[in-house]
């Protein structure tokens, strides 16, 4: 007689352990409480078997009481009746990973949108928790190599090192999205994921298909929880797009894992954290809102094969970047880029506001010259922006400083190298030696 494999056993025992079922007790705003399922654990998932002909509502476990497992649902709550019966999966949120997912566009659960061949009939993908063990600290290698990015500003000024985490900061409207759809068409990374949470349903089409392009998506693996989409999905696609990257940096490829935005994933977990009862700290924030944060964004970075280098949106409030989740950002990134309303509104894009945008890892993936050179465009402009206003009143003396001289003769060389329009990339290697010659006396 032929010995059953295990994973043979292990569906032999799952089919044959008695079936446990609890009960739907109370519905109150975005939780509900189960009764009878002792062996649920805090992130495990349940099938609450509603009459509704979609199926199972899908329900995270998020804390427990004596006899009472308290539970966000992934879904409408709509049709939902106490009573209801309530199965225990014994496992938490699992999604599917492997090279396959290059071109697809999945829910914020790792479930496909796009009319695609459904992921469990594709070959090569392997199902894993959305929970990974962070990199450890000594175990992770030094960001010492660039990672370009298509984008002259930033490549020169404010350039990424490979495993770097970098944050977006801007108010509504002022071109996050765009700038990084013009990035994952030109960046050196290997494979792009893309992260559209708590996006306007009209926006997400037009990212793929105007702003992504199928040049974009062929390299991308896009990951959307549009803003009606329940708190916990919200949530979730973060960490779901954050694993999906990790599968790809432990097989040992770069990376870029692009967020839009951060602000909204910290929102989702406000309505969770205000509905189980937290009390609202800072702005109406919860304190775990601040506990999640890092534990997000340490994810990503270096390891020991691979890299993710994180680009995370931050939508500021009444774009004050002293905003608590844009303060407490910059406070874990290596780094941030500020978009400015002023740049935006007199149609110059990129809006980047290089002057206040910083890289902490500049000096670790640049040469000598590039950083010299970069460094000298930035004294220029700055000395600009001092006599700005002296100069458009006609008061400012020639030769009254050398930088300013030097801006103002050259002004418009340095504003067409700054502006790019979406549809140009440019290689690192041409950025530079634009940056030269601006710079050269």
């Known amino acids: 007689m032929n010995a059953l494999s295990p994973a043979v056993l292990d569906r032999a025992l799952d089919a044959a352990r008695p079936l446990e079922l609890g009960t739907v007790a109370e519905i109150v705003g975005l939780q509900l409480e189960v009764r009878g399922v002792p062996t649920a654990a805090v992130g495990d998932l349940l099938e609450i078997r509603t009459s509704d002909a979609q199926g199972p509502l899908l329900a995270e476990v998020a804390a427990l009481r004596p006899g009472t497992a308290v539970c966000l649902p992934l879904g409408t709550t709509t049709g939902v009746r106490v009573g209801d019966h309530v199965r225990p999966t014994g496992a938490p949120l699992h999604v599917r990973v492997g090279d396959a997912l290059r071109g697809r566009v999945l829910d914020g659960l790792g479930r496909p949108i796009d009319g695609g061949t459904p992921l469990d009939l594709v070959d090569g993908l392997e199902l894993v928790s959305t929970e990974h063990p962070t990199p450890d600290a000594l175990a992770r290698p030094r960001i010492t190599e660039p990672l370009g990015l298509g984008v002259r500003a930033l490549d020169a000024l404010v350039p990424a090192g490979r495993g770097q985490r970098l944050g977006i900061m801007a108010g509504s409207g002022v071109g996050k999205s765009s700038l990084l759809s013009m990035i994952a068409r030109g960046t050196d990374a290997q494979v792009n994921v893309i992260a559209?949470?708590?996006?306007?349903?009209?926006?997400v089409r037009e990212f793929i298909d105007g702003d992504l392009g199928p040049e974009g998506l062929a390299r991308s693996v896009v990951v959307v929880a549009t803003s009606d989409a329940p708190a916990v999905e919200r949530l979730r696609a973060a960490f779901t797009a954050t694993r999906i990257a990790e599968w790809f940096r432990d097989s040992g490829q770069d990376v870029l894992l692009?967020?839009?935005s951060l602000t909204r994933v910290a929102m989702a977990q406000r309505e969770i954290g205000l509905s189980a009862g937290e009390p609202p700290a800072t702005r109406g924030y919860p304190p775990s809102v601040f506990g999640l944060l890092p534990r997000l964004l340490e994810r990503a970075g270096t390891a020991a094969a691979g890299s993710i280098t994180g680009l995370y949106t931050v939508l500021v409030e009444g774009d004050d970047l002293q905003d608590p989740i844009g303060d407490t950002a910059r406070s874990i990134l290596d780094g941030h880029v500020v978009l400015s309303r002023e740049l935006a509104?007199?149609?110059?894009?990129?809006?980047?506001d290089v002057l206040e945008s910083i890289s902490r890892v500049h000096g670790a993936v640049t040469t000598p010259a590039q950083k010299q050179a970069a460094a000298?465009?930035?004294r220029m402009m700055a000395a600009h922006r001092n006599v700005k206003e002296l100069v458009e009143i006609g008061a400012y003396v020639a030769g009254a400083d050398t930088y300013a001289d030097a801006a103002l003769e050259r002004r418009v060389a340095i504003e067409d190298f700054l502006r790019q329009d979406m549809g140009d990339t440019t290689a690192p290697a041409d950025t530079w030696g634009r940056l030269a010659g601006l710079v050269a006396p």
């Not at 559209?196 to 926006?203: F, I, K, T, Y």
């Not at 509104?345 to 980047?352: R, S, V």
């Open 376 to 378: 000298l465009l930035r």
């Open 345 to 352: 509104t007199a149609g110059h894009f990129p809006a980047i």
């Open 196 to 203: 559209l949470v708590g996006e306007r349903g009209r926006e």
């Open 258 to 260: 692009m967020m839009d």
